[in-house]
């Protein structure tokens, strides 16, 4: 049976762990200039009907690093672009390359490709989840506080795709998640009472982050959302991320962005360089854990 990872719950606790320790192994083989090839002959194709740079450019990198070959693929290069059916796309992708990355706006519509595909296919970001990012940041907290397991994260902003990531994530590696987010921005509900257990709503960003080991936060206007942009302003003042709000944390508390970050918004001009801050470690990260996830995947094709 074909395996995807279209959410945090397409594997299991254990298997997560596994791609986490294996990711900080392909960080460390990485740093020492180890040559390791295990997909040489491979393809991956990559379908970015959104913008990427982080994404991009790790899973590209990735697979080079890996000895196979990435084929980028935009809407305006194939016929998915044109109003070919998604499951047409799929039977014929599939049949040519061993791994798709895909980066799309409704689930349902990577959910659809899955579906109809033969290999494995990797979500890069929906409206709904951005799973891949949580397996950098959980490998980040890891390599620099150890097990995150038992530990309090707190999210600071729009209740998007990524905080719905960190709900998933609450439970799949069994911490607790305090979510923040001014009105008519809440988190999806049907997340809020399935994890109830794991997640609680604090309405303060003060209140949201004591005890915190972990502070996260994103932009307010997500792409398609530029539109928004002045709006959003006046609806998320007091929920700006800075200096004096991680003081009311944890002493040796985390933060993390998954980038691109607006300095002067959702985070004050400075936080990125505060030395509590692990975005640079979290962004590189991406390679490394995402390079873990397309091992795991293709475990049945590894060249000995």
């Not at 990559?46 to 991009?56: G, L, V």
């Not at 949580?134 to 729009?158: M, P």
């Not at 928004?228 to 998320?236: A, G, H, M, S």
Request: overall charge negative.
């Amino acid at each position: 049976m074909t395996r995807h990872f279209l959410n945090l719950l397409d594997a299991t606790k254990d298997e997560l762990a596994l791609i986490i320790r294996r990711a900080s192994q392909l960080r460390q083989m990485q740093k020492a200039g180890e040559l390791y090839q295990p997909f040489v002959g491979r393809t991956m194709a990559m379908i970015f009907e959104k913008h990427s740079t982080r994404t991009r450019v790790s899973f590209e990198a990735g697979m080079s690093q890996f000895g196979g070959h990435a084929l980028f693929l935009s809407p305006s290069a194939i016929q998915l672009g044109r109003g070919e059916p998604i499951e047409d796309s799929a039977r014929v992708i599939s049949s040519m390359v061993d791994i798709v990355v895909m980066r799309t706006f409704g689930h349902d519509r990577i959910c659809n490709f899955a579906k109809y595909s033969s290999v494995p296919v990797i979500n890069a970001l929906t409206d709904e989840y951005h799973p891949c990012q949580l397996l950098s940041d959980i490998q980040t907290f890891n390599e620099h506080r150890g097990s995150i397991a038992g530990k309090t994260v707190t999210w600071v902003g729009d209740g998007n795709n990524m905080c719905s990531s960190y709900m998933l994530a609450a439970e799949q590696f069994d911490f607790y998640l305090n979510i923040a987010s001014p009105d008519g921005y809440k988190p999806n509900a049907d997340l809020l009472n399935r994890y109830k257990h794991r997640v609680q709503l604090i309405d303060k960003p003060a209140e949201a982050v004591k005890e915190a080991h972990l502070v996260v936060t994103d932009v307010w206007a997500s792409m398609g959302q530029e539109q928004e942009q002045q709006k959003r302003l006046r609806d998320f003042a007091g929920y700006q991320v800075d200096e004096n709000l991680l003081d009311l944390a944890q002493p040796d508390v985390l933060f993390m962005h998954c980038l691109p970050a607006h300095r002067g918004e959702e985070i004050s001009q400075n936080l990125l360089d505060d030395p509590r801050s692990v975005v640079w470690d979290e962004a590189e990260n991406r390679l490394h854990a995402q390079k873990a996830l397309v091992e795991f995947l293709l475990q049945d094709k590894i060249r000995a």
